[in-house]
């Protein structure tokens, strides 16, 4: 084992060009931090127009330029000198900058690791200036600057070793381009790689400049988010739970201005999402939080990508809040945003042949209704229309006549009225086809029904009015020990959700109530799984931290199964229930409940017009 040896050398002050490089070890980690800094100082600078040239992945080559409000000659030397800058001049300008940049430490330690190049020239020059070796001479150019950076870490060769690929690094440097010109939209942008021009966006909005970036699957599930409280605003795109990825690798979050990422911010947002979006995905999301520059510190970490706010916890509740209603607004009067889009891929149906068994059916009657009658639920008291067409329809009926096919005789009524239409058949017991306005309706009745009990649930336990089934006869089942322990140890718990579970032996338990929301569920089914969940998290975390996962599995036991045939009846009661209930464009997991089939979308099916 190598032992290390203590130095004897004297005291002394380190020369600056040592100090830049040092300061390079955590300013420039990698070429797409030297393209991050100098993209900052462009915008800084007020540039409408960047052009960003790579080589090899920015290691050969890293050439910016802008059209900004460029350098003095005279101010030259002091630009690339360390801890000179324009930004700030005090604590009190440090407490409340409002630039990208402020450090002065960027151009110096780039130019301390790189064979390093600038060239400027304001609006009232003649011709530029440019600064090489710290010699500032005449040079060519229109106005802005021009960075050439080349050669990065040639002088420090260990540093260099450590950088990945060609490829890698270009993706890391493209991320960062990708970045900043989300968050300046007003800005045109061009990423050069290998003299191959990779991206170009026009000056345009973040409506655009988003679905340019982040593509149209992400534009057609997005929510507008415009909410502000105070000093705070919180203003972009959340994705509908549709739009979710594997990967966290479509969330871009800015505060005023600068890309961050901050775990308080990432908290909020994800907490925002779970009541629609459970299990291993992601959502995506472009950002941007504007507040007074005092109220937030970016000077707590060298490349200026975390944030401290001064408090923390408002800018949570607000931002978590301000997602949320977005998301909440996902119901089926929505229009706008809420129908997932069929796939394109729909359209080739009308070129292929339709796979024997493949048919479309009415709904037939069903021995035991999911609804029972229309007016259970409130339906017909809630809406009036909706209630004198179907009893006009149940008085005057022909003998077999369904009241949905009666109510298609109607006058179609208004998408404002019922955006869901009227059900007109269900397809293999999985899907309900209705009719609107605007065409064909496509639900899926069991992803529906789910998300509507879970609001109900959700409603009723956070008003303290979940209601109580009890079982005329009790279900019995075998528990092994760590069932056993929970109904023993958790009984405060299981009656807070509105189950009555009791041991009857040292082996069985029995179900005596399950909440009457869920009075169709398996109770014993229902009983085992509530009581893993309450195992696995214990009995105050899952009501706290895992309550939104437990309802979903209460919900999704009592959602209608599929190969159910629902009446007419039955079928629209569940169409106007998904237009009362917030979010019942998703299910609990993030898949969409209905697609809107436009009758455009159905005339290219079967080529009309063409």
């Not at 809420?338 to 021995?367: D, I, K």
């Amino acid at each position: 084992m190598t032992q290390m040896t203590t130095s004897h050398r004297p005291i002394q002050a380190l020369p600056d060009n040592l100090i830049s490089q040092i300061a390079a070890g955590e300013v420039v980690e990698r070429p797409s931090a030297v393209v991050k800094e100098l993209l900052e100082n462009a915008l800084d600078a007020g540039a409408t127009q960047i052009t960003v040239r790579l080589d090899q992945g920015g290691v050969k080559r890293i050439s910016i330029t802008d059209n900004g409000r460029g350098i003095e000659p005279d101010q030259l030397p002091l630009a690339v000198a360390r801890h000179a800058t324009s930004k700030i001049a005090s604590l009190t300008d440090l407490e409340n900058v409002a630039t990208l940049g402020f450090r002065g430490e960027a151009l110096a330690s780039i130019a301390s690791v790189s064979q390093f190049k600038l060239s400027s020239r304001i609006a009232e020059a003649s011709h530029a200036f440019q600064i090489e070796n710290g010699v500032v001479s005449p040079s060519s150019g229109a106005q802005g600057t021009s960075i050439d950076v080349q050669e990065l870490y040639y002088n420090t060769p260990a540093r260099r070793k450590f950088l990945k690929t060609e490829q890698t690094e270009f993706a890391h440097c493209a991320d960062v381009v990708k970045r900043i010109a989300l968050a300046r939209p007003d800005v045109a942008f061009t990423l050069i790689h290998n003299g191959k021009t990779v991206d170009h966006w026009n000056a345009t909005s973040l409506d655009k400049r988003s679905a340019q970036i982040m593509g149209s699957e992400f534009a057609g599930a997005r929510l507008v988010v415009d909410q502000s409280a105070g000093p705070l605003r919180l203003h972009g795109y959340a994705g509908l739970p549709t739009a979710s990825k594997a990967r966290a690798d479509a969330q871009y979050f800015y505060v005023n201005g600068r890309f961050v990422r901050d775990k308080l911010l990432t908290h909020a947002v994800r907490a925002a999402y779970q009541d629609v979006l459970h299990g291993d995905r992601y959502p995506s999301y472009v950002l941007a939080l504007q507040l007074d520059p005092s109220l937030v510190d970016v000077n707590v970490h060298p490349s200026k990508i975390e944030v401290r706010f001064r408090d923390g916890r408002a800018v949570h509740q607000f931002v978590f809040h301000a997602v949320q209603a977005a998301l909440s607004q996902t119901s089926a009067t929505a229009f706008g945003a809420a129908p997932a889009p069929l796939p394109a891929a729909v359209f080739n149906v009308a070129r292929q042949q339709v796979p024997s068994g493949q048919t479309w059916h009415p709904a037939a009657q069903s021995q035991s209704p999911l609804f029972q009658r229309a007016t259970d639920y409130g339906v017909a008291q809630a809406m009036p229309a909706y209630g004198a067409l179907f009893q006009t329809a149940v008085d005057h009926k022909a003998p077999g006549a369904e009241p949905n096919r009666i109510a298609s005789e109607h006058a179609q009524p208004s998408d404002d009225e019922f955006p869901l239409g009227f059900a007109i058949a269900q397809l293999h017991g999985i899907y309900v086809l209705a009719q609107n306005n605007r065409g064909l309706v496509l639900v899926d009745m069991h992803a529906a029904h789910e998300r509507i009990l879970y609001e109900q649930i959700k409603a009723a336990l956070d008003q303290g009015a979940l209601s109580v089934q009890n079982l005329l006869i009790p279900v019995t089942f075998y528990a092994d020990q760590e069932a056993l322990s929970v109904v023993e140890e958790q009984q405060d718990v299981l009656r807070s959700l509105g189950f009555e579970i009791a041991v009857l032996s040292p082996t069985t338990l029995a179900v005596r109530a399950i909440p009457g929301l869920l009075k169709n569920a398996d109770a014993e089914s229902l009983a085992r799984d509530v009581l893993r969940d309450v195992a696995e998290f214990g009995g105050s975390r899952v009501l706290l931290e895992r309550r939104n996962e437990l309802l979903g599995t209460l919900a999704c036991h009592s959602a209608v199964r599929a190969n159910r045939s629902l009446t007419g009846i039955e079928m629209n009661a569940l169409l106007r229930q998904m237009e009362q209930t917030e979010r019942a464009d998703q299910c609990n997991h993030g898949r969409p409940t209905w697609v809107q089939l436009a009758l455009n979308d159905l005339d290219k099916l079967f080529l009309r017009g063409q």
